[in-house]
């Protein structure tokens, strides 16, 4: 056991902090803007702007062959339903990372537990 599971702990719960921070961003509206004085608070409205999936496939069928593959159709197509599965990949990410939070958590207890049983033993 090391001090690194409780830097992991600490590192998973500000991510997981982070992630429900900026999510709470869409659909949030302000007063504090000329927008807002002009066309009402519903006008500013957070919404996700930009879902965007990139992907690569790596194959080489020649040496000097091209190694990386990338197909801009395809991006487009796969980001066009990932976006239409939002709710449920939002969900999923949001699990994701709690369930880091909760094994990162087993870790640092594990590393506290440790150090205050050789704390307790240093007493005696």
Excluded: P
Aim: proline fraction near 0%; hydrophobic fraction near 40%.
């Amino acid at each position: 056991m090391s001090k690194h599971h409780l830097d992991n702990y600490e590192a998973a719960k500000k991510a997981h902090a982070e992630a429900v921070s900026y999510l709470a961003i869409i659909g949030k509206t302000t007063k504090h803007t000329t927008v807002a004085s002009r066309e009402g608070e519903a006008a500013t409205a957070g919404s996700l702007t930009t879902f965007k999936v990139n992907t690569q496939i790596n194959f080489q069928e020649t040496d000097g062959g091209t190694n990386y593959h990338n197909s801009t159709a395809f991006d487009a197509a796969i980001s066009t339903a990932a976006r239409e599965q939002w709710t449920a990949l939002r969900d999923r990410a949001l699990g994701i990372l709690d369930a880091k939070v909760v094994e990162t958590g087993k870790g640092a207890r594990a590393y506290l537990a440790a150090q205050l049983a050789s704390i307790d033993g240093a007493k005696q």
